[in-house]
């Protein structure tokens, strides 16, 4: 964490901690080191891309001073940008399903956003946002970036999402760890973040194994057809069969979570190691636990600590 006296919030985004989950693996073969993302500012690791994405554009001059900047998020992006816009004086719009936990829409209106929610689909389940919710989204971000002539701050598609990662997340890890670390694992969103850690990572030590973790049944990026399209498990694994940032020469292998797994694990986060966390960062403690107990015995597993579970309070996964 930062020591010295930062301008304004954006500044004290990044160098967030890099924990051992002792306790978690007391009686296993190995360990595993989390990067504590939920610790920035808005709780997450999109924190790192709000940042990288309106500074990049600033720099490039896509970006008109005042100019509204709007977004398609399930709430970790919307609330790194509503803060970074906050700071810097961009309207902000963050465009996101119903589906999603209400506690993100209620941060981000807070920080200053104006938040449009898009209903689900008629067969879509309350709760658990489907990649059709996810195009229902995008087209409704479209139709607002049109008609007010706004900035679309793409996570999908801007080199943000991989540059924050790739310059920064990565690079941290490997100092703190002092490069000792044998495999790596990330549940897949956007892909920004496995995309730039696993390239910084492979970079620097080629040796490093590194693992796509996907939802049990909608695992698409393995080549598997998506019978699970619903799963609870928030922030990714959106049946999206091509991302940008995920580029096959640095995917060592795929793993499965299901829905229970990344539960539990991320109740086991809260109870044992006082790590309070959501669904992906239980998803990826699961996958971790997968690596120890197979290929990776022995070694030492990074994963990241993707957001808050104050952020899903109101969900099952606190119930």
Known sequence: MRADLCPSVIQAIGETPLVELARVTRNLDGRILAKLENLNPGYSKKDRIARQIIEDAEAAGTLAPGQ????????????GLAIVCGVLGYPFVAVMSKGNSAER???MAALGAEVVLVDQLPSSVPGQV???DLEQVELETQRI?????????????LEGNFRAHYLHTGPEILRQAKNQIHAFCDFVGSGGSFGGCATAFKEAVPQIKCYVVEPRGAAVLAGEPSRRPNHRIQGGGYSMAALKFVKRDIVDGYLQVSEHEAMQAARRLAKEEGIFAGF?????????????AGPHRGRTIVIIICDSGLKYLTTDLWA
């Open 105 to 107: 829409a209620r941060m």
């Open 145 to 157: 970036v049109r008609e007010r002539h706004a900035f679309r701050a793409d996570q999908f598609n």
């Open 68 to 79: 509204t900047v709007v977004e398609l998020t399930s709430g970790n992006t919307g609330t």
């Open 280 to 292: 992906s960062s239980g998803a990826n403690l699961a996958a971790a636990l997968q690596l120890l």
């Open 130 to 132: 489907s990649g059709g």
